[in-house]
């Protein structure tokens, strides 16, 4: 089995390891230095775990391409595995070329085209979408729409220029911000310049992962997001699982084939994201491709399973994975900044020993005493929380404390999420 994997700056070197496990033949596409299409961490043990390394500038579709091609004329790609939206597309088409498994790549367009996505899903999604062509076009599509709505590119990532518009007021804020700003430059083409305008819905929002091979559809998790109290467009964590009531519940798998039946999506792994409004589900997005951030983890430990053992049953073995049963609750939560402040320069703490309650693990993204800038979007977070327990209050109550207390220890105010009590 000759697995081709398309690496992104956040490709796990467990994806890696498990692979070679399984005694694949792997060939690594690396795109260039310094770009979301490569992650420096894997260098040093990237030759241990792959068989043929390749760097081209994959940013390119035409030498995405070519790159592909060639390392399948020296030696068949059986699978090809590519975890990160940044890729997914290429993947898809470069993989329909050459005949090999991978999901349609008429569907993972559709799926990253908010737009045409919820166009296509309109009878069952029943949410008013419009689409504006540029920036320029963007203030008249949005006065014709109404307020509240909600903007934000139409191919995009991690949140990057989204925004809830309540007022011609925030309009004209939202269009000084995008201005000065030029995103879609900066991540690649991966964020498109065009727009999509929603209408805005209150309610819970959830995650909901998909595992589907033909006619086969498996509903891996389901995860409860978490949005900041001050920005609903910033996800700050995610339990997992969420155990619906059955009748929420048989109304998500409905909602679930509903859409993959109206996308004609065939195979693959799904991360869907959606709103639990009165009226049921509505779509938020369906990305064609694993759940990201730190959702593996919670995934894996919550459910005593391998999250990779997913992938490759899906693209490479083409067998339905087995449904883990989950053994505990897990609780992600990203720190972001409430405003731009420094952290302070000493940092030598443990919080596993204070908080006993639960299995906690802290990670710090940036260096002590480092500037940091307000979070505005899924991006730029400075730490991270994971949480495990046998008791789901238990993580909320924990979730609080530890919060509280990396103010103290940061030194900065941080982004509390809904829910959030202080005492």
Do not use: W
Not at 318 to 343: E, Q, V
Not at 402 to 414: D, N, P, Q
């Amino acid at each position: 089995m000759h697995v081709l994997v398309i690496e992104s700056f956040s490709t796990p070197l467990q994806l890696l390891k498990d692979a070679r496990a399984r005694n694949y033949e792997v060939s690594i596409l690396r795109g260039l230095p310094d770009t979301l299409f490569q992650n420096s961490k894997l260098d040093p043990e990237l030759a241990k775990y792959s068989d043929n390394i390749v760097v081209a500038d994959i940013a390119q579709y035409s030498e995405f391409e070519r790159a592909v091609i060639d390392i399948h004329s020296k030696k068949q790609i059986n699978a090809i595995i590519a975890l990160s939206e940044y890729s997914v597309e290429f993947a898809s088409q470069t993989a329909e070329i050459l005949n090999i498994p991978f999901t349609r790549a008429s569907a993972v367009s559709m799926a990253r085209n908010k737009f045409q996505s919820k166009e296509l899903f309109k009878a069952k999604n029943r949410i008013r979408n419009a689409r504006a062509q540029d920036v320029s076009s963007l203030k008249n599509t949005v006065l014709k729409f109404g307020f509240p709505c909600v903007v934000k590119p139409n191919r995009g990532a991690a949140s990057l220029n989204a925004a809830i518009l309540r007022s011609e007021e925030d309009l004209n804020a939202y269009l000084s911000k995008i201005q000065k700003t030029n995103i879609a430059s900066e991540l690649c083409g991966v964020v498109s310049s065009d727009f999509v305008v929603e209408e805005y819905h209150q309610g819970p929002m959830f995650s909901i992962e998909v595992a589907q091979l033909k006619n086969a559809v498996a509903i891996l998790a389901v995860g409860r997001r978490f949005r900041a109290q001050n920005s609903e467009v910033i996800e700050l964590g995610t339990l997992m699982p969420f155990l619906l009531e059955k009748n929420i519940r048989d109304d998500c798998e409905f909602f679930v084939l509903d859409l993959l039946k109206t996308l004609q999506i065939d195979l693959g792994i799904y991360h869907i994201e959606v709103i639990l409004t009165q009226n049921g589900f509505r779509l938020i997005e369906i990305n064609p491709r694993l759940m990201g951030g730190s959702l593996p983890t919670l995934y894996s430990k919550t459910h005593e399973t391998n999250v990779y053992d997913l992938v490759f049953d899906i693209y490479c073995e083409r067998n339905m994975p087995r449904l883990a049963k989950h053994a505990i609750f897990g609780m992600s939560f990203f720190l972001g900044a409430a405003g731009d402040s420094t952290l302070k320069k000493d940092l030598s703490f443990e919080l596993d020993k204070e908080f006993k309650d639960c299995s906690l693990d802290f990670t710090l993204f940036v260096e002590p005493g480092s500037q940091v800038k307000a979070v505005a979007s899924n991006h730029g977070y400075i730490g991270r929380i994971l949480l495990f327990s046998e008791n789901v209050e238990e993580l909320f109550h924990t979730r609080d404390k530890v919060i509280l207390k990396l103010e103290e220890l940061l030194g900065v105010e941080l982004c509390k999420p809904e829910g959030f009590q202080s005492e």
